[in-house]
């Protein structure tokens, strides 16, 4: 008995529009590109719908229809179901269609497709929990496996998802830390007592991923029956192979012209033919099978290029910066208690800024090693730092306004309070002007309209971070 | 192997980048075991190891006075004076020439300097030493390397090419066997503009010496301790140069940092325009002229600038950002030159963008990470950006047109 786990995650980002220093205080929209370049949002989730999800889509509802044994997992992150619901709804639907079926799983994941795990927990648990509110309202379902923000890996990410009612984790199946071991079981995290680690065959994951194209590979042109071949060659020797990959292999990463829809149309009746093979989800993989060993990961681990870390993310000074900057403003974000601001911030937490901010291949003039919207790593870095920078001028304010409503509230019996509203400039740009290199103090001294403001009732949506 | 070598210019005299390119390649060559003959149009004092002959000295200067009239072209305006010969006394004559002028009667004696040494093969740097390359070749039947450190277009900085020398470079460029441009951006400009056969054309980027160099004692502590933050021109103030360009964006930056001050280390043509430029802007307390800094007074410079802008319109390489770098202190270039083909670590731009020009100089003001980076990495690039390589290109490009070594090892 072998099973195969299939699982695709899909994403996009929120990618930072061309934001310069004149812009600060001046402009708050980080991710309305409009332009032609790659910074466009809108027309990149269109062009990748049209070249991927699309296509992609019908394949595997005809597949589902088709096989009734066939069985895949997907992850979503908030963003490009956000993005999804804007700029291509019936991509969405057709999404809602295959998890219709009940043989289509959808993974956890941070909303954010964010690093949280590894800066903030607190953060990192809101964003688990707004994604699970959000796969609930769109799939009508409860995730009960994890995986995280490219497929970012720790004991103690583990340890928390267990003590969180996670029955699964996916990671990479590293030989680092598997030693002679095969991926292709399951184990036990260290430290854990009760979840599993699904491992990913990353040779067979990235044959059809990374190498697919490929024409110097030995195995081009790679077709389904080959591919089918050597999973079936672990028949004896393992339980599950575990083929994780971005969605957007098919037909994104990998083009049309190069057979990948031929080949995944042809995949699941080849892997079928053999009959002791079939497609579990990977709650029934979980459940199907006992682990077989301890998987121990005291370091960061994710599927990321050659050395499976977090150094395409946070490898230099650059980046450090700009993570250090972005979650350094929790604490002043959260206190706003506004909705956008903190949505906003979330939005940059994504994963991919800080990955386009990457130079590790840069000294050999490879520049498109790392695929970027941006000209170079520092013009990322410009981008995003400036954007941040207005974003905490807008904190700084709404904090400042906060402080002073939490005031009045407490001195609700002062005559005063009785001012009526006057006509007044929206609190908003009333608030965003100072220049941006001079550092708001922490207790400005009370302005003369900020009496008025507090007797503006504003709406304040319910705070996600409690 | 034996390459008689055309310049103009070679340190430890003052001059721009192509001395310093001459050297840093001929010295390597050496190294690589090629003999070089360096023929430099005026007897001056020379660094390195190269056998030195000088166009103006005694034996040569005896026909200096014959056939000027063989090249038709017109006088440009630019004279230099020259030593022609000695009187009875032995005081030098001095004519006044016009550069065009100089490099005929370079070419001239280039043909009886030819005549005179055993070679393999010529190579001739800069415009100036075209016809002197062009000359030898004809004299000896030796293959022709042109090498193009600028162009008549990288002078205009978009203006009106002057016609003199863009001729003496098409007709020359014909005449030669294979032509070695600085970068990929000066092989598509006289590959576009001149019409040289791509195929003709190889590109030898400019290198750099890995060295550190010594830290020098801190100036301008002053304005820096009052928080000012220094962005600095080097380079001759010309059009070519974009320092326009780079006045306009100095005016968009003080708007929203009045603490940056930009200090302009060059003289050239445009020296009064732009100091006039500067006024009418109401710069004039963010702009310093310091003049042109040579040596220790430039390494000086180099380590009190927080940025480095090289702002040119057409800049064939560009050496300012790397020997900024080795200084420590990272640069904003512009797209249109060619050292951007090579170093990564540096902010680039398009010379008209003067908004973004902004943005990128604030920026990197504003946050320091990033000019940590763009040094720390920028450094570990220099060491792959060497003259070694340049050299090891060139030998291969002599080998490729030499049929069989002539010349004694």
């Known amino acids: ?466 | 192997m034996r390459v008689l070598t055309f310049g103009w210019e070679f340190p430890p005299s003052k001059n721009g980048g192509l001395g310093v390119a001459c050297f840093g390649l001929t010295r390597e060559l050496l190294q690589n075991g090629v003999e070089v003959i360096f023929v430099l149009p005026r007897t001056q004092s020379t660094a390195g190891d190269a056998r030195f002959l000088f166009a103006d000295q005694a034996r040569l200067v005896k026909i200096v006075h014959t056939d000027v009239s063989l090249f038709p072209y017109q006088q440009s305006g630019s004279r230099m004076n020259i030593i022609v010969g000695y009187d009875k006394q032995g005081q030098p004559i001095i004519e006044s020439r016009t550069i065009i002028e100089e490099a005929h009667r370079f070419a001239h004696q280039a043909s009886l300097i030819a005549e005179e040494e055993e070679f393999d093969v010529i190579h001739a740097h800069d415009w100036t030493s075209y016809l002197a390359g062009v000359a030898a070749k004809k004299t000896s039947g030796k293959k022709l390397i042109l090498h193009v450190h600028a162009t008549a277009y990288d002078q205009a900085g978009g203006g009106s090419v002057d016609p003199q020398i863009y001729k003496i470079e098409k007709e020359c460029f014909e005449q030669a066997d294979k032509v070695v441009t600085v970068s990929e951006y000066t092989k598509n400009i006289i590959v576009e503009h001149h019409q040289v056969a791509a195929d003709k054309v190889h590109v030898v980027h400019n290198g750099c010496d890995v060295v550190e160099p010594q830290r020098q004692l801190p100036i301008l502590s002053e304005l820096k301790k009052q928080g000012k933050k220094i962005v600095l021109y080097h380079g001759r103030i010309s059009i070519q140069k974009g320092i326009d360009y780079f006045v306009k964006a100095a005016r968009r930056v003080v708007d929203v940092n009045p603490d940056v001050v930009f200090v302009v280390s060059g003289s050239g043509d445009m020296k009064n325009q732009i100091i006039e430029l500067v006024g009418e802007m109401g710069l004039s307390k963010n702009v310093l002229f310091a003049g042109p800094l040579w040596d220790q007074e430039r390494d000086k410079m180099y380590q009190a600038a927080d940025l480095l802008v090289m702002p040119s319109v057409s800049e064939p390489f560009g050496l300012v950002p790397l020997e900024a770098l080795q200084h420590g202190t990272p640069s904003v270039i512009t797209k249109q030159s060619g050292v951007a083909e090579v170093l990564t670590h540096v902010l680039k731009v398009d010379f008209w963008d003067i908004d973004e020009m902004a943005n990128q100089i604030l920026s990197s003001l504003k946050y320091p990470a990033i000019r940590k980076q763009m040094v720390s990495e920028g450094k570990i690039q220099l060491r792959s950006i060497s003259w070694g390589h340049a050299a090891q290109k060139i030998r291969l490009l002599y080998q490729s047109l030499i049929q069989y070594v002539t010349t004694p090892s």
């Open chain 1, 1 to 466: 008995m072998l099973t195969v786990c299939p699982y695709f995650h899909v994403h996009q980002p929120y990618r930072v529009k061309q934001f310069r220093v004149f812009d600060i205080g001046q402009d708050s929209e980080y991710f309305n590109d409009n332009s032609e370049t790659d910074l466009n949002n809108q027309k990149i989730v269109q062009k990748v719908a049209d070249k991927s999800y699309r296509p992609t889509n019908k394949i595997l509802k005809e597949l589902l229809d088709k096989h009734p044994e066939f069985r895949f997992n997907l992850s979503f992150s908030g963003t490009v179901l956000d993005q999804f619901e804007a700029y291509a709804p019936d991509v969405l639907e057709s999404f809602q269609e295959l998890v219709a079926t009940g043989r289509v799983e959808i993974l956890a994941d941070t909303y954010h497709h964010s690093l949280a795990f590894f800066y903030s927990v607190p953060e990192f648990k809101r964003q688990v929990k707004q994604h699970e509110r959000r796969i609930k309202q769109l799939f009508n379902v409860k995730p009960k496996v994890f995986r995280n923000t490219e497929l970012s890996y720790r004991n103690d990410l583990a340890k928390w998802c267990e003590d969180n009612g996670y029955i699964g984790i996916m990671a990479e199946g590293w030989d680092k830390y598997l030693g002679w071991r095969s991926p292709n079981y399951l184990y036990r995290p260290a430290g854990c007592s009760k979840i599993k680690v699904l491992l990913k065959n990353y040779k067979l994951s990235d044959d059809v991923a990374f190498r697919f194209s490929n024409q110097g590979w030995a195995s081009w042109p790679l077709n389904a029956d080959t591919y089918a071949d050597w999973i079936h060659s672990h028949h004896g020797d393992g339980q599950t192979v575990n083929l994780f990959m971005d969605y957007e292999s098919f037909g994104e990463h990998q083009w049309e012209d190069t057979g990948i829809f031929d080949f995944l149309r042809a995949m699941p009746e080849t892997i079928l033919r053999h009959p002791d093979t079939s497609f579990k989800t990977a709650t029934e993989t979980i459940e199907s099978y006992d682990v077989t060993g301890e998987y121990d990961v005291p370091d960061v681990l994710t599927w990321a290029d050659t050395d499976r870390d977090l150094t395409a993310w946070n490898g230099n000074d650059i980046q450090k910066d700009a993570l250090a900057a972005t979650y350094g403003m929790e604490t002043d974000v959260l206190k706003t208690r506004k909705k956008d601001l903190i949505e906003t911030w979330r939005k940059l937490q994504t994963s991919d800024h800080f990955y386009y901010m990457c130079t590790k291949w840069s000294n050999d003039g490879d520049v498109h090693a790392y695929f970027s919207p941006y000209q170079s790593p520092y013009d990322a870095y410009i981008a995003f730092m400036n954007a941040l920078s207005d974003l905490q001028l807008r904190v700084r304010s709404a904090v400042t306004e906060r402080v002073a409503k939490d005031e009045a509230n407490q001195s609700k019996r002062d005559p005063e309070e009785q001012v009526q509203a006057q006509p007044v400039e929206a609190p908003e740009s009333a608030v965003n002007t100072p220049a941006p290199t001079q550092p708001a103090p922490n207790n400005p001294p009370r302005r003369w309209w900020q009496k008025v403001l507090d007797a503006i009732p504003f709406f304040t949506s319910p705070s996600n971070g409690k």
